[in-house]
């Protein structure tokens, strides 16, 4: 059994959205388990991250990564604008 989680993050901007993007998708690509996947896609100004796992301590841990360095990522998005 998996446990799935999605996670869509409305930014607003398209411009804003690619570059988060960009930034996390090294991640995705490093995230390869045999018991996790994760997948990211962008719709417009949107971000959609599904995260899958064998455990809830597994997606919770997923989940708390991806909002660090999505958090992380916008933080050096906005010191760049300055």
């Given amino acids: 059994m998996t446990i799935k989680s999605n996670?869509?993050?409305e930014l607003g901007d398209p411009d804003l959205a690619e570059k988060?993007?960009?930034?996390?998708?090294?991640e995705v690509a490093t995230t390869k388990s045999k018991v996790s996947?994760?997948?990211i896609r962008r719709e417009g100004g949107a971000l959609t991250i599904e995260i899958e796992?064998?455990?809830?301590?597994?997606v919770r841990a997923l989940l708390?990564?991806?909002?660090?360095?999505?958090?992380t990522s916008l933080?050096?998005?906005?010191?760049?604008?300055?």
């Fill in 7 to 9: 996670l869509k993050i």
């Fill in 37 to 39: 996947k994760v997948s």
């Fill in 75 to 82: 933080e050096v998005v906005n010191l760049k604008g300055d």
């Fill in 53 to 58: 796992a064998v455990t809830i301590a597994g």
């Fill in 64 to 71: 708390n990564s991806y909002i660090r360095w999505i958090t």
């Fill in 20 to 26: 988060l993007y960009r930034a996390i998708l090294p």
